[in-house]
């Protein structure tokens, strides 16, 4: 298993063979997406994929949290809910990676999991907060670390565009940097 997700890792990045494995991947495989530089009022990237695309692990890490039930509502519009399906991955880089508003998380992804760079975590949707929007997405935000559970800063504190644009094309940015900065900044 792990020898194949890394030859699709390779691939994906166009990579040789005899290259370095990526350390980051791009989240979304399978289909054409779009994302845009700004998101409502917090740092995230909302990215516009067909529906049942693949959202993948962007980072070799450990499953933090798992939502499987949908329990948004619209008529109390909880913010722990508005994501929907979601998954929050620790990544071996010590960031928290957040993917929401799936239509599915695949079978055996659980708190705890290790998981590797390129592993299919769940597949794109419309849960949460996104139902009745137009198009599929998903909502991916990058944090640091807090307790499980924690959906006001898993939904993102540093802007991704800048990482998605590198991993999109086969290069390892790493967001540490940015997201020590942005925790250091809120006291944490």
Not at 42 to 59: H, M, N, R, T
Not at 154 to 166: F, K, S, T
Request: glycine letters at 12%.
């Amino acid at each position: 298993m792990k020898k194949t997700l890394l030859v699709l890792a390779l691939l994906l990045t166009n990579l040789s063979p005899s290259a370095a494995a990526p350390i980051y991947a791009y989240p979304v495989v399978g289909c054409e997406t779009i994302y845009g530089k700004y998101h409502h009022d917090y740092p995230a990237s909302d990215i516009k994929a067909e529906l049942g695309c693949a959202f993948v692990a962007p980072i070799g890490g450990v499953i933090q949290d798992v939502s499987r039930k949908d329990r948004w509502s619209g008529k109390t519009n909880l913010g722990q809910h508005r994501g929907g399906r979601s998954i929050s991955l620790i990544g071996d880089d010590g960031v928290r990676y957040y993917g929401s508003h799936l239509s599915k998380v695949m079978k055996g992804i659980k708190p705890g999991l290790r998981v590797e760079v390129g592993q299919k975590l769940g597949e794109i949707g419309t849960s949460g907060s996104a139902r009745g929007i137009p198009r599929p997405h998903l909502h991916f935000g990058i944090s640091y670390q807090t307790e499980p559970g924690d959906w006001e800063i898993r939904r993102g504190v540093v802007a991704p565009w800048r990482y998605l644009d590198a991993w999109k094309v086969g290069k390892d940015r790493s967001p540490a940097k940015a997201v020590a900065k942005a925790k250091a900044k809120a006291g944490r």
